[in-house]
């Protein structure tokens, strides 16, 4: 793949090292606790995969009292030019927001904020080309959703607010864009016609968590628990690295969440 890729073209990243209280985080299944060692050694595989796809990564300090902060992709979202500091849903998530600000301001000129009340989590929105799409679900509600399009469209930024199945956690949960125009996503998510524009490559029956894939630069993340769709992305000509989630996957996570990513212009 050679074309342009804005939206999948990044240098920076802030992550949060896992705290021990890791193996408590929220899942909505009664599955078993993953382990803090486990979740250790996948976070710090997905740190390196970052910088080795040429992401300098800023790594913040673990949070005892928030077990879900490792997932710093929820309660922010950033560009380029400003960054919008969530919030996210889940009413133990919500003081993630302001654990993280600190560091949102010394990194970005511009960071705008939610007002009172709305609740939004980075997990359900997909920067794409054209528009920004937020999924509605059980952590960024409709008046969330509209707060957040209401910053966006001051940023420049088109925004389309669409609808997320019921069974799914995060919009991004089920899809991910590998370029420009192709995205990574499940059937169940293809079926509601969120995607009827793009190129969409559906996951196999079995391997919807590969939906959450992470294209970084030259190279696609994807979960290494989904050889088939592995095998797809492969001969599509994506540039595929395996990342063990299996542990993460426990706590309801991908990808997608360890990270906020953006392209610092030499301005910054
Ligand atoms: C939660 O339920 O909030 C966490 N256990 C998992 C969050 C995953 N975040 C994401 O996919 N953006």
Not at 99 to 104: D, G, K
Request: hydrophobic share 45%; with cysteine.
């Amino acid at each position: 793949m050679t074309q342009a890729l804005s939206v999948c073209q990044f240098n920076k990243a802030i992550v949060r090292a896992p705290a021990q209280s890791v193996v408590n985080g929220l899942r909505a299944g009664d599955g078993e606790s993953p382990t803090y060692q486990g979740i250790l050694a996948e976070h710090q595989a997905y740190v390196s995969a970052l910088r080795a796809a040429g992401v300098a990564v800023l790594e913040l300090p673990a949070l005892e009292q928030f077990p879900d902060s490792i997932f710093v992709e929820d309660p922010a979202l950033v560009f380029s030019e400003a960054a919008v500091l969530l919030r996210p849903g889940a009413p133990n998530r919500t003081a993630e927001s302001a654990a993280i600000e600190a560091t949102l301001q010394q990194q970005f000129e511009r960071v705008y904020t939610m007002p009172p009340g709305r609740f939004a989590e980075g997990g359900d929105v997909l920067v794409t080309p054209e528009k920004v799409m937020i999924g509605l679900s059980n952590r960024t509600d409709t008046s969330g959703a509209e707060a957040l399009g209401d910053i966006l469209r001051k940023l420049g930024r088109k925004v389309e607010i669409v609808a997320t199945p019921s069974t799914i956690l995060h919009f991004k949960s089920d899809c991910g864009l590998l370029d420009e125009e192709t995205v990574l996503t499940t059937a169940r998510l293809a079926q509601t016609g969120v995607f009827d524009s793009f190129d969409q490559i559906i996951t196999p029956p079995g391997e919807e968590g590969a939906a959450n894939v992470l294209r970084i630069n030259d190279i696609a993340l994807l979960g290494d628990q989904f050889p088939r769709t592995a095998e797809t992305l492969d001969k599509r000509g994506f540039n595929v690295l395996p990342i063990a989630t299996s542990q993460i996957a426990k706590i309801d996570a991908g990808l997608s969440c360890m990270s906020l990513r953006w392209m610092c212009e030499p301005a910054n």
